[in-house]
């Protein structure tokens, strides 16, 4: 560690099943911890942030089987292709420490090591699996712990399993984790304690199916060939392989284990409250400290998909409001400990109304009033006001401690509120002195000056505590109050801007979005593509000989003139260079489908041995080549270089 740190910080995120790609809602637990990460070293502790991929599991495999690739090779499309995990913590400003990918080699020999550690102390054992399996859960399940006979995660349908296979003495930890769960603040928040114990620990603790013969994918046990490793012993020792636990890749485990807080989605809390805390005791191991369960964006109350209108993909809406716009609403809106619904009216509304109203105009009013007044810096020369300043600049002092308290809550929303009252009373204090008025009397000018620099200096404030949620708009702000110090010794001090504070002017920080035209838009990006209609092929024609192919005349033509006939809704009629020197006639059916206009210039195909005949009174020359299947056709078109009337042979 550090001399000049407070001391060390180990947060890690879930690591993602990369099954298939990921939707805001997996987005969610990440900007949080990304946010906390930011906190811890704003305030000077020596952060570890670890996040990863879980690649294991039947399911995985299942995917891979389906696409005709490699399980590994369907994961590294998932995690590391285009648009995959990596570039989407890139995109999001993730500024994790170290990224764990459970197929990698030191974690899988790390996973043998203990996986053996256990069986030799006597607390993984051989016996028969006989129960309920969820297979997109990838959980075992006694028949007493199926709900309605259905997975009680996800209620899909479970299968009868039954096989030789090995099992952690879970049943031996009940007692001490009981313990743990009820007499310490090892769950957060205190509800899902409740959950916990009345539903899994005082049923009676089973012991837990670590082992599957069924498929492959997974990490071989080494002492007994043609068994997996259950994939949720694989991935909850991530938290320590990521340190070099049990291997030699990394040398952090001394400094930084015990985890400080496990971020983890309300469904593996039981993952981690339970089998991870006996699964610790059994090898002797110092607990995490805490494990937090947060809740879950929902759509219309139900689970996140694609197909309920909104759009979740995060890549979209990063793209179409920044960045910093949706971390901040990820956090803002919804209480991290429960459930929260999720969106795009409510993201846009979010964005309106503190980015756009609240924040965005406070920052260019102020620095606006500064340039219009005094030109680039300030005047030193200040008159403070006691009674009309002191309420904003005990506010604005006094934030960062309101804010810490919740922010060690994991209390995102809270403390981006405390932030936001502030904002509001910066908002309220320009009207209340009204610089514009103040601004009309040379006498006034020192007063407008120190106006104009509270504002600034509890933007400033402001901007150093949003720092974790939206790091490049802090930037920005701090950047126009021109290079303001924006570090955590400096967020409870008012005064530490320079009095004669510059400013620089810049767009506006978030444009107030059209609610109606962007809910639109977003709709149409999310109409699923139109069916494709399988329809019969065309019956098979007769054989015909060599000689009698060879007698249909097919030459290239140009389109030298086209219109629609008259009186018709079938017919273009076309004007062709064919090659030689007199111009072609040829009527086709093809005016559903192109405009006239659209056809000049372009070279087609036609049969011109072909006798002609009288179309609506017109004479047609030939016939154009179209390829046609169901409702589609398509005039069969040739690069321009190709030369009128060229054979086809
Ligand atoms: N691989 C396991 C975690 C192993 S940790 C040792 C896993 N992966 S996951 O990809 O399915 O989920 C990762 C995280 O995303 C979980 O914490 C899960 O709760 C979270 N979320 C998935 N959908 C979510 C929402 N709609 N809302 C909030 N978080 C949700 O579980």
Redesign the pocket.
Known sequence: MCEKCKGNFYITT????PSAKLHI??T??TVATDAMARYKRMQGYNVKFLTGT?EHGQKIEDKAKEAGITPKQFVDNIVTGEGGVLDLWKLMNISYDRFIRTTDDYHVEAIQKIFKKMYENGDIYKGTYKGKYCKPCESFWTESQLVDGKCPDCGREVQDAEEEAYFFRLSKYADRIQDLLENTDYLEPRSRVNEMVNNFIKPGLEDLCVSRTSFSWGVPVDFDPGHVVYVWID??F?YMTALGFQNDKYHDLEEFWPADVHF?????VRFHSIIWPAMLMSLDLPLPKKVYGHG??LLDGGK?SKSKGNVVDPYILAERFGVDALRFFLLRSFPFGSDGNFSNELLINTINVDLANDLGNLVSRTVAMAQKYFGEHLPAQQQADEEKDAELLAMASGLRDKYEEQMEKFAFQNALAEIFKVISRANKYIDENAPWVLAKSEEQKPRLARVLYNLLETVRICAGLLTPFMPDTAAEIAKRLGGADLSWDTLNQFGTLSAEAATVAGPALFPRIDMEKELAALEEMNKPAPEVVEDPLPEPLPEIAFDQFEKVEMTVVKVLACENVKKSEKLLKFTLDDGSKEPRQILSGVAKYYKPEELVGKTLIAVTNLAPRKMMGQLSCGMLLSAERGDELHLVMLPDYVRAGSRLV
């Open positions: 879930p690591i993602y099943y809602g997996h969610y637990c879980d991935a909850l991530n983890v989605g309300k469904e593996i879950w964006l996140m």
